[in-house]
């Protein structure tokens, strides 16, 4: 009886102690929408949460977290300038399907030493593991070449960060990661996934969501011009004039 | 002072477009251009997009000769006439400008372009200036002075046919010749966001040869019904016009426009005039190293 009795109480018994093993994650973010309107010069994310076992107690266990706040993709020409008889102008270009038109990724350790490349890639940890959907056949090369050169600029306009080590663990139960964005950041809806990491393999997952958009002003301002092109070219004209105008009254008046 | 560009978004110092503004506005003031020449580059060297920055600037040299117009016409230094045929040209050229805009964009070569029309441009003019500017000062010295150029119209525009009698510029030509300069300056201002001042003048001058009592205010007159038609043609094309962007450019241009043209009356003409030629040669110089030095970012990125 004790034969079959034990292999049972194992398989019994391994829900149980891989639930307690692999922990839930309870993200949160400082602020779910973000308001490009006057006076937004970029602000500062802070996307922190819990790490807690199933039954609600803390985990008790050291997790690597990565968080990685993204921006909506977008499909994008990507030109490369070359030097051609003096001059740098347009030579190449190639065109991807899906750039995020934003993304940071924070760390508790460089994601080398939490993760294998395999990892990595399936969970695009890292602004090396983009998925960019080139259009068209080109030559792996040529794509990391481009791959290079997308996330080098968007370095530079401060809309792709990776901050290894920004994100700290206090008392194996609270994570925290503040995340920059520039003022120049395109709008739409981010996502910010939180992944905890044991052994090179991911064991939580969580994701929440914030809305980056344009209120009052800036909005009507972008709609309009969008949409009532010739009344807003209108509008630029009057303005021009006018003020042109104005000032010619005042400063005769001196 | 931090402002929202709604259109290019981004948040730029607001104080620093409206200096920006008042340079370019002094310009205007002082030496009669537009001063777009420099407003473009020096947007888009602040980090402003290149579309948005060529598109808003036209809007600025519309306020800035608005009053310079009001001043001329008041003097009878504007010829309704050949302005008006100039302005048919210019809104036309507007039009060929959009059209080519949309399709150098497509290949990715605008910036090259504009690059290379603003090297060429302001190296030749500003070449011309200074030479003259030069020849006029030593002439002043020596106290010989130059020999009076003789005003005739270059032989080209005479062999355009029917002619028309314009009497204000003292002229009896086909109104080919001015139609055609409206509309390469109607390019130029749709594809560089520049009013064209510094060339217009020179080739009324020479080309056209319009007596010189009106050419300024000729001008001024074209520039700025062509540069309203561009901020239409902008508005219904590329969508890229920050309202908010032009009115802190104007606000300053329109200030720096008045105080430069109180500044004109009292300062020496000959040496403006080398002063202008000197800063059109180094924006011109300054653009041509832009294009030989590796830029800062070997890629750049559209939406498609």
Same mark, same amino acid.
């Given at each position: 009886m004790r034969r079959w009795l034990a292999p049972l109480l194992a398989l019994c018994a391994l829900p149980l102690l891989s639930g307690a093993r692999d922990p839930i994650l309870v993200p949160e973010v400082s602020q779910h929408e973000v308001d490009l309107q006057q006076g937004f010069t970029g602000t500062e994310l802070l996307l922190f949460g819990a790490i807690l076992t199933p039954e609600g107690s803390r985990a008790a266990q050291d997790y690597d977290i990565v968080v990685v706040l993204k921006g909506p993709t977008q499909s994008i020409v990507l030109r490369e300038k070359q030097k051609v008889a003096g001059i740098w102008l347009n030579a190449a270009s190639t065109e991807l399907?899906?750039?995020?038109s934003y993304y940071a990724i924070a760390s508790t350790r460089p994601i080398a030493d939490i993760v294998d490349d395999k990892t990595a890639a399936i969970y695009e940890? &890292?602004?090396?593991?983009?998925?960019?959907?080139?259009? &068209?056949a080109i030559n792996p090369a040529e794509q990391a070449r481009f791959a290079a050169g997308l996330v080098d600029l968007n370095r530079h306009n401060g809309l792709y960060r990776e901050e290894e080590g920004g994100v700290k663990v206090s008392e194996q139960v609270l994570y925290q990661a503040r995340i920059g964005l520039p003022s120049r950041v395109p709008t739409g809806t981010y996502t910010a996934e939180t992944f905890a990491i044991s052994k090179g393999r991911v064991v939580a997952s969580a994701s929440s969501h914030v809305e980056v958009r344009k209120l009052g002003v800036e909005l009507a301002i972008a709609h309009f011009s969008q949409d009532y092109g010739f009344a807003y070219g209108l509008l630029a004209v009057f303005v021009s004039v006018g003020m042109g105008w104005l000032a010619g009254r005042l400063f005769a008046l001196v | 002072m931090d402002v929202y560009l709604p259109i290019a978004n981004l948040s730029v110092n607001g104080l620093i477009i409206v200096a920006l503004g008042a340079i370019t506005g002094l310009l205007s003031g002082i030496f009669?251009?537009?001063?777009g020449f420099l407003t473009t580059p020096l947007m888009i060297f602040y980090g402003i997009p290149p579309t948005v920055a060529a598109a808003s600037a036209a809007s600025q040299v519309t306020g800035a000769s608005v009053s310079g117009v009001f001043a001329h016409s008041r003097r009878g230094g504007v010829d309704y006439q050949m302005g008006s045929v100039m302005v048919a040209g210019g809104i036309l050229g507007t039009g060929i400008g959009a059209i080519l805009f949309n399709l150098l964009e497509k290949l990715g070569q605008i910036d090259t372009v504009i690059n290379i029309l603003y090297v060429l441009l302001l190296g030749s003019i500003g070449g011309l200036m200074a030479k003259e500017s030069i020849q006029a000062i030593r002439a002043e010295r020596s106290g010989v002075p130059i020999a009076?150029?003789?005003r005739r119209h270059h032989p080209m525009v005479a062999s355009l046919p029917m002619r028309w009698r314009f009497y204000r510029s003292g002229l009896y030509i086909s109104p080919l010749a001015p139609l055609l300069l409206g509309m390469g300056t109607g390019i130029l201002t749709m594809l560089m966001g520049i009013g064209g001042g510094f060339i217009l003048v020179p080739a009324m001058l020479y080309i056209l040869g319009m007596s010189a009592n009106v050419v300024v205010g000729t001008s001024l007159w074209q520039i700025l019904f062509t540069t309203m038609a561009t901020t239409m043609m902008h508005a219904l094309t590329t969508h890229a016009i920050d309202i908010v962007l032009a009115s802190l450019l104007l606000f300053g241009s329109v200030t720096g426009a008045q105080i430069g043209a109180m500044f004109s009356q009292k300062a020496n003409p000959v040496k403006l005039r080398l002063l202008l030629a000197a800063i059109v040669l180094l924006v011109a110089a300054r653009m041509a190293l832009g294009l030989g030095y590796r830029p800062d970012e070997i890629y750049t990125m559209a939406p498609l």
């Amino acid at each position: 009886m004790r034969r079959w009795l034990a292999p049972l109480l194992a398989l019994c018994a391994l829900p149980l102690l891989s639930g307690a093993r692999d922990p839930i994650l309870v993200p949160e973010v400082s602020q779910h929408e973000v308001d490009l309107q006057q006076g937004f010069t970029g602000t500062e994310l802070l996307l922190f949460g819990a790490i807690l076992t199933p039954e609600g107690s803390r985990a008790a266990q050291d997790y690597d977290i990565v968080v990685v706040l993204k921006g909506p993709t977008q499909s994008i020409v990507l030109r490369e300038k070359q030097k051609v008889a003096g001059i740098w102008l347009n030579a190449a270009s190639t065109e991807l399907r899906s750039a995020p038109s934003y993304y940071a990724i924070a760390s508790t350790r460089p994601i080398a030493d939490i993760v294998d490349d395999k990892t990595a890639a399936i969970y695009e940890l &890292g602004l090396k593991w983009l998925q960019l959907s080139p259009i &068209g056949a080109i030559n792996p090369a040529e794509q990391a070449r481009f791959a290079a050169g997308l996330v080098d600029l968007n370095r530079h306009n401060g809309l792709y960060r990776e901050e290894e080590g920004g994100v700290k663990v206090s008392e194996q139960v609270l994570y925290q990661a503040r995340i920059g964005l520039p003022s120049r950041v395109p709008t739409g809806t981010y996502t910010a996934e939180t992944f905890a990491i044991s052994k090179g393999r991911v064991v939580a997952s969580a994701s929440s969501h914030v809305e980056v958009r344009k209120l009052g002003v800036e909005l009507a301002i972008a709609h309009f011009s969008q949409d009532y092109g010739f009344a807003y070219g209108l509008l630029a004209v009057f303005v021009s004039v006018g003020m042109g105008w104005l000032a010619g009254r005042l400063f005769a008046l001196v | 002072m931090d402002v929202y560009l709604p259109i290019a978004n981004l948040s730029v110092n607001g104080l620093i477009i409206v200096a920006l503004g008042a340079i370019t506005g002094l310009l205007s003031g002082i030496f009669g251009v537009g001063g777009g020449f420099l407003t473009t580059p020096l947007m888009i060297f602040y980090g402003i997009p290149p579309t948005v920055a060529a598109a808003s600037a036209a809007s600025q040299v519309t306020g800035a000769s608005v009053s310079g117009v009001f001043a001329h016409s008041r003097r009878g230094g504007v010829d309704y006439q050949m302005g008006s045929v100039m302005v048919a040209g210019g809104i036309l050229g507007t039009g060929i400008g959009a059209i080519l805009f949309n399709l150098l964009e497509k290949l990715g070569q605008i910036d090259t372009v504009i690059n290379i029309l603003y090297v060429l441009l302001l190296g030749s003019i500003g070449g011309l200036m200074a030479k003259e500017s030069i020849q006029a000062i030593r002439a002043e010295r020596s106290g010989v002075p130059i020999a009076a150029r003789k005003r005739r119209h270059h032989p080209m525009v005479a062999s355009l046919p029917m002619r028309w009698r314009f009497y204000r510029s003292g002229l009896y030509i086909s109104p080919l010749a001015p139609l055609l300069l409206g509309m390469g300056t109607g390019i130029l201002t749709m594809l560089m966001g520049i009013g064209g001042g510094f060339i217009l003048v020179p080739a009324m001058l020479y080309i056209l040869g319009m007596s010189a009592n009106v050419v300024v205010g000729t001008s001024l007159w074209q520039i700025l019904f062509t540069t309203m038609a561009t901020t239409m043609m902008h508005a219904l094309t590329t969508h890229a016009i920050d309202i908010v962007l032009a009115s802190l450019l104007l606000f300053g241009s329109v200030t720096g426009a008045q105080i430069g043209a109180m500044f004109s009356q009292k300062a020496n003409p000959v040496k403006l005039r080398l002063l202008l030629a000197a800063i059109v040669l180094l924006v011109a110089a300054r653009m041509a190293l832009g294009l030989g030095y590796r830029p800062d970012e070997i890629y750049t990125m559209a939406p498609l």
